[in-house]
C-alpha cells in the first residue's frame, strides 16, 4: 500500500499513512528553516559582525521537534530499536510477541509521558509563564512539542501493534 516501508512492511491503514506524511512534511520544512536560520546566523555574524538573538532559541526548538518526528518516522519504518541478530533468529511467532510486548510497554511508557508533558505546558499556559530569552517566548509554546512528538510516537506504536494482527499483514 505505502512504498515508505522497506522489506515489504506494511502500513496499517490510511490514517497511519496521512499520519506519516503530515509528520515527514512539517518534519523537513522544519528542517530547511532550521538549515536557512543557522545558515542566516553564520552570515550575519561573518560578514556584519551580528547575531540575530534569536537563532539559538529558535533553532532548540526545531532540534526538538526533528527528534521526536524523526524518531516517529524512523520507528515506523522499523529503522529504530532493533537488535537485529537476536530478534533475526526468533521464529515468526516470537518475533511478533516480541513486538507487541515491546508496543505495549512502550505504549505505556509515552501514555504517562504524554500525561505529564502535557500538564508542565498547561501548567506553564495557566501561569503564563515565558522564556527569559530575547523573544520572551510562552513557554506552553515550545513545550506543546513534548506531547506532540510523544502522541505521533504512540500513533505509530498503535500501527505496530495493528501489524501483528493477521488481518492486516496482507496489506503491502
Same mark, same amino acid.
Given at each position: 500500500m505505502n512504498g515508505d516501508f522497506p522489506q515489504g512492511q506494511a502500513s ?15 518534519t523537513a520544512a522544519v528542517l530547511i528553516a532550521l538549515v536557512l536560520l ?33 524518531? *516517529?518516522?524512523?520507528?515506523?519504518? #522499523? ?5 537485529? !541478530? $537476536? ?6 511467532? &516470537? ?33 503564563g509563564k515565558f522564556a527569559p530569552t530575547v523573544l520572551r517566548t510562552p ?8 506531547? *506532540?512528538?510523544?502522541?505521533?510516537? #504512540? ?5 505496530? !501493534? $495493528? ?6 499483514? &496482507?496489506?503491502?
Open positions: 496499517a491503514g490510511l490514517f497511519f499513512d496521512i499520519i506519516a506524511a503530515v509528520a515527514k512534511f512539517a543557522v545558515a542566516g546566523e553564520a552570515v550575519s555574524r561573518s560578514l556584519f559582525n551580528y547575531s540575530l538573538g534569536f537563532a539559538e532559541e529558535i533553532t532548540g526548538y526545531c532540534v526538538v521537534m526533528l527528534t521526536f518526528f524523526g524518531a *516517529a518516522i524512523a520507528m515506523r519504518r #522499523g529503522n529504530l530499536f532493533q537488535v537485529h !541478530f $537476536l530478534y533475526d533468529t526468533l521464529p515468526e511467532a &516470537g518475533r511478533v510477541w516480541v513486538t507487541r510486548i515491546f508496543v505495549l510497554v512502550a505504549l505505556i511508557i509515552c501514555g504517562v509521558l504524554i500525561w505529564k508533558t502535557n500538564d508542565l505546558m498547561l501548567s506553564s499556559f495557566s501561569r513557554l506552553w509554546i515550545p513545550q506543546l512539542l513534548l506531547p *506532540a512528538g510523544f502522541s505521533v510516537i #504512540g500513533i505509530f506504536l498503535i500501527e505496530q !501493534f $495493528l501489524l501483528t494482527i493477521g488481518r492486516f499483514k &496482507g496489506n503491502s
